[in-house]
């Protein structure tokens, strides 16, 4: 949950930065920095839970036995 946060707060930095220097609306940057991250860190937080059960997670590391040989996975 922490590495969570503070990715939403950097987020939040670079969201209202990059919104301001496109806009130069601070209402406007204000919002687009509240919403975007806010929907992306829900998003990130299920690309996290999909990737543990579906991509490179934990077992990653384990070596491969293929043919009786380990090989990194």
Not at 1 to 25: C, N, P
Not at 27 to 40: D, H, K, M, Y
């Amino acid at each position: 949950m922490a590495k969570t946060a503070t990715f939403a707060a950097t987020h939040f930095g670079v969201a209202f930065s990059v919104a301001y220097m496109l806009t130069g609306s601070i209402g406007i940057s204000s919002t687009l920095a509240l919403v975007e991250p806010a929907v992306n860190t829900v998003a990130y937080y299920f690309h996290e839970k999909a990737w543990l059960r579906f991509g490179r997670g934990p077992d990653a590391a384990k070596p491969v036995q293929h043919f009786g040989h380990a090989h990194a996975g």
